[in-house]
Each structure stands twice: as C-alpha cells, then as structure tokens.
C-alpha cells in the first residue's frame, strides 16, 4: 500500500488537537502538531463556545501540518462533542454565540417537552437517552426564549458540521452526530420529521443527513489560501461524534451483531461511554427505563451505550484546589488515592448536582453526609471515592447491558485518556470481574483517521481497521485481582443509589 497522510482534528470539551497520520504498511503513527484551548466564554446572559475562535485554532492546525509534512495530504476530518450547534443565516453568517451544553437554559424543559410528546413515544422513535443538554432540549428553550429565531435560521449544523462548512461550503449532518439530538429516527437514520412537526420546530433548518465517511469535497478557495495547503485534499465527514470515533478505534478481534456482542467498550475520559456495538437499536421500555442511548455507529452499526459522568468531577477536584491551595498533576492525585485505600463511601455519579461546574470537593462530602457515609476531607478520600463510584457504575452497566441485550460479555475494550489511571482501570477489572484490554490512549483521534483511510479507499472496513490498530499501539491487559470488595459492598452502593 502506497504511504498516506491524513489530517486530524480531536475536539473535547476543554481542549483540541491537530494530529497528522502516516499510515504505512499497514501500521499508523500519529504526529501532533497543534494542541489549543476550546474557547468558551461565560457570562450574565449565558455559558458559550467561542466558536470562531476554536476555526482559528482549526486554520492554525493546518498551517503547522503543512509546513511540517507539506501541502498534499488524503483526507481532513474533525470528531467534536455532541448535542451543541451554530444558527447560520441563508448568507452563512452566525446567528449569536452557540451555546455550551452545560449552560443552565435547558433546566426544566425535559418535563415541558414530555408534556408536548410523552417520554416513551420519543425514545420509540429515537432510542436516545434523556438528558437535559441534547439537542431537542436546547432548540425547545430557543424556541421558548427568542420565538422568532428559529424561523429566520437557515440551517442548524452541530459543532463539527459547522466546521466542515468553513472548511468546504458544504452543510450537512453527519450522521452519528445527529443521532445524539434526539431527532433523528432510528430506523429510517434519518430526520424524524413527525417530532419536528410535534415540537414546531422549522423543517428548514434541519441539513441533508450524510453518512460517516462521506467525501464533503475539497477545500475552499479562501482556507487553501490561508494554509498553503493543496486545494485537492478531500474534507471527509466521518464519524464526528468523538464516541464514535473512539469506537471504531477498538481493536476487536470478533464483531459484534445483533445475535451475540461478546465485547463491550469503555471509551473513558471526561465522560466515560459504555456500551455495545450492534446492528440494529434496542428500542425496548428495559432500555429505556436504564436509561441507555442508541447512537450511530460506522457501517450501519448503532451504539448502544449509556453515557456515565467520567473524569470530570476529578477534573472540577483538581481545579477547586488549584484555585484555593496547591496545583496537583492527574498522577499526584491517583497516588494519593491509591494510599488512602479502600473508601467505603460513594456517590451517584448521575446526581444533577455532580454535571455542574465548582466547588465539586464540597459537592461530594455534601452528597456522603446526605447519605450518611463516611466523611474525611483530605484528598486522596475524596478522589478514592470518585474512582471507586466510577467503578461500581461500570459493574452496573456491564450487568445492564447484558440483562437488556441478552449478550454475555467476555471483556471490556477501554480507550481514551482516562485509562493512563491504571488505578482506575485495575478497579474496573476487579469491580466487573473480567478482564480490561486497555488501549489505545489515543482511541478517538485513531478512529477519525480509520474512517478517512476506508472513505479514501485505502482500508475496506472497519475490521481490517481494528486489525492495524491492534498491531500499531502498545496494549495491556488488566485481569481482576480482588473482586470481593465489590461484591460484598454492591447491596451498599445501590442502597446509596436509592
């Protein structure tokens, strides 16, 4: 196979990277070339992504990979968060500053939308799970807020489709992006214009749904000329919900169907995703009632996952004491998590609470005397309990999962950030009593280039993808060493759940 070079963009909630790919007998090797913030800006009148400010970052991504590895590259494309969009005009100008998903408009309006079309009709249609911040959540407080916004928007385009636009013109919506606003039918993959018309929401603003790995076209005239870059590279929509991205990244050696998923996956950082890839939805009311998500997957497959509050309140730990005493790394904080041992108190991760930014070390022991549990207010406690919490909710999910599907699951795939906390990640093993294949660190940006190099041609599927992978990054297996502490304390933790 001829050497290919393709260009990265991995957005997360705090920040963004640039990688450059070689992709080379049939091994990949990943080169970072531009690390940025996500720019967002908070305020009296609400919680935003500076967005143009993120394009730029994006523009001086692919000024460096150009002067790095030259103008000719076999593909771009960008994986961001989900549910959050930008109101563009029919000129293609920006409709106000897009909103962050954890601004605090969408408080209460889940309950004003069951009362427009029940709970359970919408998950019928969609298979999604509910939480405030989804998409359909947001265009209904629009709606509520500013009446006539909507109807002067020409297209709605999430985060990373909008990014696309400014790189190739063209508006679309990927696919496993758009099945995470709760308005897309999970049957048909694609838009459920029967909820549209139920919520009033303008047909219009709704763009084509294309399919991951869809060649958009090339770079606009304007971008060439800013980078120096060839004006022939292809803009690759590919799987631009960084979940998905990260699941095409998991390097499987049997696949999952309908029949029989023997794997799960645990893509872990800020947030940790769990679940199952499958080739149709779960659509039943056990689905529901567990709250577990179907999104789009990469060759017609669906994920089924529930979405879990990962690193972040360890994040929000690290930030709180920053600001009021001492900085500590990630690493510093796992070792005194690891010396403080076994906590014996935990939290309810999916407590609304827990979601919001500040003061999170005195969000937990609030929630711990609440509950009655243990209370200690030095460090490594407080982050000893997060873990532990993170791993009874994968020992929850796993069980979940299994219950729902019918599938015995053999092991867990892990990828992300989040399993470089070996603490964490020994915890998992022992809490779901199977062994965890940690690995790739670089899970997400490794998914976005397999869906650019099978859309160019280069790689025929998915398997084969999951194939390199597996031969190009270093992986590591996590057996369970001491599972009792979880079984003897699971009727604890769920009584702190009720």
């Known amino acids: 196979m001829k050497d290919k070079k393709f260009i990265g963009f991995d ?136 009446s006539n916004l909507l109807n002067v928007t020409d297209k709605m385009l999430l985060i990373p489709d909008f990014l696309n636009y400014l790189l ?50 090339t770079l606009l005239p304007s971008v060439v000329e800013q980078t120096g870059l060839s004006k022939n590279i292809p803009v690759i929509a590919g799987a631009s919900h960084d979940t998905a991205s990260a699941v095409v990244s998991v390097p499987a050696y049997e696949s999952n169907n309908a029949r029989g998923a023997s794997w799960a996956f645990l893509s872990s950082g800020t947030w940790s995703l769990m679940g199952i890839e499958l080739k149709q939805s779960l659509l039943s009311e056990q689905a529901m009632e567990y709250n577990f998500t179907n999104e789009g ?3 017609k497959t669906t994920r089924f996952i529930k979405n879990i509050i990962g690193l972040w309140p360890i994040q929000e730990c690290r930030r709180y004491w920053q600001e009021k005493s001492k900085e500590y790394s990630y690493p510093e904080l796992v070792s005194m998590a690891s010396e403080n041992g076994f906590s014996r108190a935990w939290i309810d991760l999916s407590d609304p609470r827990f979601l919001k930014a500040g003061e999170m070390p005195e969000k937990i022991t609030a929630y711990l005397r609440e509950t009655g549990q243990t209370v200690k207010s030095n460090i490594g406690f407080i982050i000893r309990v997060v873990l532990e919490s993170l791993a009874f909710s994968y020992r929850n999910t796993i069980t979940e999962i299994e219950s729902i599907s019918g599938n015995k699951i053999k092991i867990l795939h892990a990828v ?61 297996m996590y057996e369970p060493k001491d599972s009792s502490y979880f079984n003897e304390n699971e009727v604890n933790y769920k009584n702190i759940l009720r």
């Open 297 to 299: 997957g990469v060759e």
């Open 11 to 146: 957005l997360g909630a705090e920040s963004g990277r640039c990688v450059v790919a070689l992709l080379n007998d049939n091994k990949i090797t990943l080169h970072e070339v531009h690390r940025f913030n996500t720019h967002s800006i908070k305020y009296e009148n609400g919680f935003h992504w500076d967005i143009l400010a993120i394009y730029k970052e994006i523009i001086a991504g692919l000024i460096n990979a150009q002067k790095v590895y030259g103008c000719v590259f076999d593909g771009i494309g960008i994986d961001t968060w989900a549910v959050d969009y930008v109101l563009i005009d029919s000129d293609g100008r920006i409709i106000g500053y897009p909103y962050h998903y954890r601004d605090d408009r969408t408080d209460g309006m889940m309950e004003e939308a069951f009362r427009i079309v029940p709970m359970s009709e919408i998950y019928n249609k969609t298979g999604i799970q509910f939480a405030q911040f989804n998409t359909l959540f947001q265009l209904l407080s629009e709606k509520k807020r500013k």
């Open 416 to 476: 992300g950030g989040g399993i470089q906390n070996e603490l964490l990640t020994q915890l998992t093993a022992d809490a779901i009593g199977r062994n965890v294949l940690a690995g790739p660190i670089e899970g997400t940006i490794i998914g976005n280039i397999g869906v650019q190099a099978i859309a160019s041609g280069d790689i025929p599927d998915i398997h084969a993808w999951r194939m390199i992978v597996a031969k190009s990054f270093e992986l590591k």
């Open 168 to 217: 190739s013109g063209k508006k679309k919506a990927e696919f496993t992006n758009a099945t995470t606003t709760s308005l897309v039918d999970a049957n048909t993959r694609k838009w459920s214009w029967e909820l549209i018309d139920a919520f009033g929401l303008p047909r219009k603003i709704f763009p084509e749904i294309v399919e991951p790995g869809t060649i958009l076209g």
